[in-house]
């Protein structure tokens, strides 16, 4: 006897058999129950979930000697003729090769008939959509009102090239995809019933490749077995066999293209491409591979691949930052569509791993990710900052005289760290009027010249209250906006853009605004009343002191940044 296919020997005789269409089967089998079967039905979806066997397992259902039952006998005449293909009342019909009006002229006029050996005649038409116009013209008055005892099913994998006439007279049920769960499982079940030996891995493989079609699945089952005769199935056999790239091969070349070896990674897609492996598919399969690095990155570990687990490659998945990935497959699907219309796709993809290897593309993505990073350090900084803040000055008094009570926060901190209203008020009582009218006619040129400045930035939306041969003090919305001036690096810069402009200036200083409220009605009653002694003489103001002239040039801003994040664990070599 001559061989049959997987797909073929295996295919589904009963409702219960059918694999991941239970609402569809639920439906039929109720309609069957209840006495409510309709004279034509839809089945569309996409190929290899069930369309035709579920079509054959209906009419075996109503046929059946023992039925109409949701449990055909399998036994009967009825029964074993539908599942042979020789019951004359079960007519298929390809609609790909019977598509003109004279065929359905036919088939309409053998409609007139009854049913030979069964009970009712069940018409399946395969691949409706394939009908021409004039074809569905003629078939619309016999699947609007057959005779009662005939059915028709349609099956189609484009039900948006079905005219709506057609579509209107009849009961639409949608496949969907199998899911690779039930895929695996029918897999796995077969293999037992075969007695071949497959690894988890290779179904893993075969299942993705299916992409939810049962019968692709089980027509590469077939492949594969027929290849590695006799022997364990493993992933690298389905790779062999599909005409994928190996998980190995795709690794060895991003390894490549990360350390920049452009040249090793076109002499690795050459040997790819000598061994039959086609220049789309291993552009597609990057993508795929880098899909699934990003989908771990992310926390998504679904894949169940040895590769993903070996030490390298963990080791290289955690150097490529995410932004690279991104970057990575973007070049891949520029190049994917170049290479749709185009008869070089060998110079697309040698150009695009160009692209990739170079360091141009690693440093911009790097760059991406160490943003994102300080945009993320900077925001909890806010927090903590703001949250400190808070703990610092929780009193909001209503009046002059109640101001003094802020005196009692001030153990909280250390006068070394934070400015000190004293300092304040040595530059009031020396404030140069003519210098901050010349600053201030000045500034907005340097706020145009210096945009990119962090500090200017921030500063531009202050206020200049006071200027002293030797220091000048800014008023900002809050403590974040000041204390984030006063940090080393922007502080260094702003520094030496206003020293430019007044060489004497020795320190700058920043001032909340709601603080500077207070210190500079404390300053105006101190005039008007004659009163010696400041009301705020202790006032704590929540801003880091800058630092000193004389420490500009001893700072080192990376070996901060280090102290902060290490501690007293780093440890420093001249």
Not at 130 to 157: D, R
């Amino acid at each position: 006897m001559a061989y049959v296919a997987l797909y073929r020997a295996y295919r589904p005789q009963l409702f219960s058999e059918v694999v991941d269409q239970k609402p569809i089967v639920k439906t039929l089998e109720n309609a069957i129950l209840n006495d409510k079967v309709a004279h034509a039905y839809l089945f569309c979806g996409p190929r290899g979930t069930g369309k035709t066997t579920l079509a054959k397992i209906f009419a075996k259902a109503l046929n059946c000697e023992n039925g109409p039952t949701i449990t055909p006998c399998e036994e009967c005449e009825v029964c074993r003729s539908i599942k042979q293909g020789t019951n004359p009342d079960v007519i298929e019909i390809d609609a790909a090769s019977n598509n003109g009006a004279d065929d359905i002229r036919s088939l309409r006029d053998s409609v007139k008939f009854l049913p030979s050996m069964s009970r009712y005649k069940v018409y399946i038409i395969d691949e409706v959509h394939m009908l021409s116009n004039a074809a569905f013209n003629a078939l619309l008055k016999t699947l609007e009102e057959p005779p009662k005892y005939v059915v028709f099913i349609l099956c189609t994998t484009e039900p948006y090239k079905i005219p709506e006439t057609i579509l209107s007279r009849c009961q639409r049920f949608d496949f969907k995809a199998i899911s690779q769960s039930g895929i695996s499982e029918r897999i796995k079940e077969i293999c037992d019933k075969e007695n071949i030996k497959i690894t988890e891995e290779a179904i893993n493989e075969i299942t993705n490749l299916a992409e939810g079609g049962m019968r692709d699945a089980l027509s590469l089952l077939d492949q594969v077995i027929s290849y590695v005769a006799n022997k364990e199935i493993e992933v690298n056999d389905v790779f062999e066999v599909s005409g994928n790239v190996a998980g190995v091969d795709l690794f060895n070349l991003l390894n490549l293209i990360y350390n920049s070896k452009s040249e090793e990674a076109i002499d690795y897609i050459s040997k790819l491409y000598d061994s039959g492996k086609e220049i789309d598919k291993i552009t597609s399969d990057l993508i795929l591979f880098l899909r699934d690095i990003l989908l771990l990155k992310t926390g998504i570990n679904s894949f169940n691949k040895a590769l993903f687990k070996e030490k390298e490659f963990i080791e290289l998945i955690d150097k490529i930052g995410k932004s690279l990935i991104f970057s990575w497959i973007d070049l891949l699907n520029e190049a994917s569509n170049q290479m749709k219309f185009s008869n070089q796709k060998r110079s697309y993809l040698d150009l695009c791993i160009l692209k990739m290897s170079d360091e141009k593309t690693k440093y911009e993505s790097s760059i991406n990710d160490r943003i994102k990073y300080l945009e993320t350090t900077i925001l909890n900084l806010q927090a903590t900052v703001n949250k400190k803040n808070s703990e610092i000055i929780n009193i909001k008094p209503t009046n002059i005289s109640d101001l003094n009570n802020i005196n009692d926060k001030k153990e909280s901190k250390n006068d070394d760290e934070f400015i000190d209203i004293k300092e304040i008020n040595e530059i009031l009582n020396n404030a140069n009027k003519e210098i901050r009218e010349k600053f201030n006619k000045e500034w907005p040129l340097m706020q145009i010249k210096y945009q990119d400045i962090l500090a200017v930035s921030i500063l531009k939306y202050g206020k200049v209250v006071a200027v002293s041969d030797k220091s000048i003090i800014f008023v900002l919305q809050d403590e974040g906006f000041c204390n984030r001036v006063m940090k080393y690096e922007n502080y260094i810069q702003m520094y030496e853009i206003i020293n430019k402009q007044i060489p004497s200036i020795e320190k700058i200083i920043t001032i909340p605004k709601n603080i500077w409220l207070k210190i500079a009605a404390d300053f105006k009653k101190k005039y008007q009343e004659g009163i010696e002694k400041p009301i705020l003489d202790n006032i704590i103001i929540p801003v880091k002191k800058p630092i000193k002239k004389e420490e500009i040039k001893d700072k080192d801003p990376v070996i901060d940044k280090l102290k902060d994040l290490f501690g007293d664990k780093l440890e420093i070599k001249e």
